[in-house]
């Protein structure tokens, strides 16, 4: 009888958990992430994502996650992001750099659990796409080295931005 109760209550206790980490990300709509093999991305490794926008009543945020560890040898990561529409048809593209360590000290930024840090980078605020349908952004590393190390996984996160459009 008392095993009984001690299942029972881990069982409730591990869903109020599982709750209330779902119940704090709110904001999330997609969020996907692609591991590495080898900890390492090729610059002819592109990393693909595909997700559903059904509501273009409201504006979104675009960003991407890096996990990398703190041998990672560079402070920066520049990408290129390709942003596609269901026809295949590129509606948006940029390259832009991301900060993984304070320039100066090396200090590893972002959230760290052992030797390793995750990130998340705003790409695009407040973007409001054109119409309902599958979309797909494409992730190209553009840095010097190839290939590059370090790099445990790359991914991608579609947010409600929390306004309306006007």
């Given at each position: ?101 304070e ?17 998340k ?36 996160r ?9």
């Amino acid at each position: 009888m008392k095993l009984q109760y001690f299942v029972f209550f881990k069982i409730l206790i591990a869903g109020f958990f599982v709750t209330g980490l779902v119940a704090c990300d709110e904001k999330r709509l997609f969020e996907e992430n692609n591991d590495l093999s080898g900890k390492t991305w090729y610059i002819d490794s592109l990393q693909v994502f595909k997700f559903k926008v059904d509501d273009i009543s409201k504006p979104f945020n675009l960003l991407v996650n890096v996990r990398n560890s703190e041998n990672y040898p560079f402070y920066n990561l520049y990408i290129r992001y390709y942003l596609q529409d269901s026809a295949g048809q590129e509606i948006k593209s940029q390259q832009t750099e991301l900060i993984l360590m304070e320039p100066s000290s090396g200090k590893p930024l972002g959230k760290g659990l052992g030797d390793i840090y995750s990130h998340k980078f705003e790409i695009l605020k407040n973007f409001s796409f054109p119409k309902k349908g599958t979309y797909v952004i494409k992730l190209k590393q553009y840095m010097r080295q190839d290939p590059l190390p370090e790099i445990y996984s790359i991914g991608f996160r579609l947010e409600d931005a929390g306004t309306t459009k006007e």
